[in-house]
């Protein structure tokens, strides 16, 4: 598959996070090489070229560090997504960095930081994360645990056991990590033999987990079906959902497992986080 990449100039580099456990949220690549079929951001990127070519294109802002180094001496103190519209260790971090420089710049004034990825590559900066285990923490995504249905899902993205393996080195480092579920599709990834394995890995490796559904939006919905998913599979089923959170959440309770919905993570990050921040 042929990809391109273009470098471009940021603005800023945090911004105000629609999401009520964030304070801001920091994306240094617009597109994701991840190529995930389900993905909202394709609706929300805001450059045309990554939208256009989901998977195939993306925009590096290679001058986010240093605008970053400028607002973390002026900005309240918070707690940064990293990164809500990408994702921030995507191949072209192995070139580029930026991800690794500006977690350091946030860490070390005081910011907290919490990362989302598919990405082994999060454990080259097992270094930084390590040195401020208060002030961050790792999710890493597990839509399914079949090589298949990733493939099916998130074409571009690690497989499913290097991610788990990725969460062992975390754990393994007393990193605080958390696993996203989601987002579960009907009659695709929420049988029970994904629930109970995903589950049964977080106990191991003493990870919390984070569930959400599939959420409809207008471009991601049209790569879903051009990939074979019926669109009643896609649309809201409020009966359905509940009998999966309850699975899950069961299966969590009889395992000692922390789970709970991503609509109600910001009750969870209100708890963990509650101390002020200087």
Known sequence: ???????IMAA??????GLP???????????CLHACRYCFAVDFTSDREARESWGKHVAVRSNIAS???REVVRMPRGLVGISTITDAYQPVEGKY???RQSIKLLLENGFRITVQTKSPLVRRDLDILSGYRGNSDVGITLTCLSRDKSDLLEPGAPSPDSRVRALEE???EKINSWIFYGPIVRGFNDDPETVNGIVEISRALNSRIIFDRYASYHSAEAMMVASGFDRN????DSRWWSDVSTRILEEARKRGVMANSQSEEWKNTT????????
């Open 21 to 31: 456990e964030l304070d801001y949220s920091l994306n240094p690549y617009l597109g």
């Open 233 to 236: 599979s896609l649309s809201h």
């Open 1 to 7: 598959m042929m990809i391109s990449v273009k470098e």
């Open 170 to 172: 975390l754990s393994y």
């Open 271 to 278: 708890s963990l986080y509650q101390q002020k921040l200087f």
């Open 97 to 99: 960095r930026l991800t």
């Open 12 to 17: 800023r580099a945090l911004s105000k996070s």
């Open 67 to 69: 605008v970053l180094g």
